[in-house]
């Protein structure tokens, strides 16, 4: 009855969502072709409004099928919920879940003791101290020392970086398969078995957890919450129907360890190791999905600047992976659909950041000198509304707090713009070839 019920509700968001669009679309493109044709002696104002219009119409497309295939993996989900029988307890493979830490002392001992209540009978816990200045190391062995049931191992090594301490718990590991997550997650106790069914299928080589924001704190943090209910998990359940989910996040990837071995472990030259990993299994051919109801906990930045400093690490370590493997994107035939998933990344990360920002800037331009302020607040609207239907449509797929849809007003009113600025000058450094840092994200504690 519950699948039902998330069946039907899907349903009728997917439908308001559908005339919804098509509404707002109609409004947008009779405002902006009227702005087009008042400005018929501006050329280069004619160029800026046409391509508008034209980043609008793809926009449309692109929440439409999201929506549309996130949809239909909803309903693929719930069948095969009821479908799946799972195996008698001795007979599930051995999982091992990797642990990198650096610096992680004020969420380490939380995050092991969470693990030790999964529900899974055959796992084990390897934590790699990545070098750690702080008290991570003696804080993780003390909490392995209070574990009785589940096997806990600590390791210590000279700081490598995030890249370096996965692949040290890919060698040690003992499971046949790997679950890789970070030192502040904290795990829902079904992860292990609604992950480890997806690999009864053998082209399956790894699975996407379903991350969430624990520290909804803020205006910051529940803006935040509401985009990756939104903005993640939304991309990650359409790519999961054809099986190419394009970034396994940091907090929760479920890995065979036999595939993590062949494509050769994360390598050191990305600022996104988790999205260079990904790519590389899809260019080798396995299927990677996405499991909605293996649930990672996080902290998130609380502050602006730690915000901001994460996305701009985010875009440039995700254009350094794309560059990585940029034949694929000329290469349709022998890429197939990696193809599109890269064209696509590049849409996400580069084409709609510097869109938006340049639609702001023109419309208030034409506000300021034309007084068109009407344009300014339409193009406002068009966003705004994609933003609060598809929030409504993930809230209610998602089954989460009703009240994150009305944070897309916040998201749509400055959020995203000053997001996308940040994107904007991270595109443009890496493309300057501009060095960085890697901007660890200090963690407070708050799990």
């Known amino acids: ?59 449309f497309v692109r929440y439409g099928l999201l929506i549309l295939y996130s949809f239909l993996e909803h309903l693929e989900h719930l069948t095969g919920q009821r479908q799946h029988v799972e195996p008698q307890d001795a007979t599930f493979p051995m999982v091992s879940l990797v642990v990198p830490a650096y610096n992680e002392g004020p969420v380490i001992e939380a995050a092991i003791a969470s693990l030790l209540v999964l529900d899974y009978p055959n796992y ?50 003992r499971g046949e398969f790997i679950l890789n997550m970070d030192g502040d997650t904290k795990l829902s106790p079904n992860t292990l078995r609604a992950c480890i069914r997806h690999f009864d ?71 996104a190791e988790d999205c260079d990993l990904t790519l590389k299994l899809l260019m080798r051919g396995w299927h990677v ?15 602006l600047l730690d915000l901001l400093k994460q996305r701009y690490r985010w875009t440039r370590g995700i254009l350094q992976a794309i560059r990585k493997h940029r034949w694929a994107l000329w290469q349709p035939r022998r890429a197939g659909i990696n193809c ?68 897309s007003l916040a998201f749509r009113t400055f959020y995203i713009t000053i997001i996308d600025v940040s994107k904007v000058f991270a595109t443009l450094e890496e493309w300057r070839g501009t060095t960085m840092g890697w901007g660890k994200l200090q963690r407070e504690g708050k799990l």
């Open 1 to 59: 009855m519950a699948g039902f019920k998330r069946y039907a509700s899907a349903a009728i968001a997917l439908l308001l969502v559908i005339a919804l669009s098509g509404w707002t679309y109609s409004m947008v493109r009779d405002n902006t072709a009227e702005a087009v044709n008042l400005f018929s002696g501006h050329t280069w104002m004619q160029a800026v409004g046409l391509y508008l219009l034209a980043f609008i119409g793809v926009l």
């Open 124 to 173: 084990e816990v390897l934590v790699v101290d990545d070098g750690s200045t702080d008290d991570t190391y003696d804080k993780a062995l003390a909490a392995a020392r209070r574990s009785s049931v589940v096997p806990v191992r600590v390791i210590t090594k000279k700081n490598g970086g995030k890249s370096d301490a996965l692949n040290t718990g890919m060698m040690n590991a």
């Open 201 to 271: 299928d053998p082209r399956m080589g790894a699975v996407a957890g379903n991350v969430k924001v624990f520290n909804r704190e803020n205006l910051w943090t529940r803006v935040q919450a509401l985009e990756y209910v939104e903005g993640l998990a939304m991309a990650r359940k359409a790519q999961s129907y054809v099986r190419s989910v394009s970034i396994i996040p940091g907090p929760l990837g479920m890995f065979r360890k036999s595939v993590l071995q062949e494509v050769g472990g994360y390598d050191h030259d990305t600022y």
């Open 289 to 303: 999905a996405y499991e909605p109801t293996a649930i990672a906990m996080v902290e998130t930045p609380s502050r």
């Open 340 to 407: 599109f998933i890269l064209w696509y990344m590049l849409f996400e990360g580069v084409v709609w950041p510097i869109s938006t920002v340049l639609g702001s800037v023109f419309f208030v331009y034409l506000g300021l000198s034309y007084g068109l302020v009407s344009l300014l607040f339409f193009w406002w609207l068009q966003l705004t509304v994609l933003d609060l239907i598809s929030a409504a449509y993930c809230v209610v797929v998602e089954e989460e707090e009703a009240g994150l849809i009305w944070y």
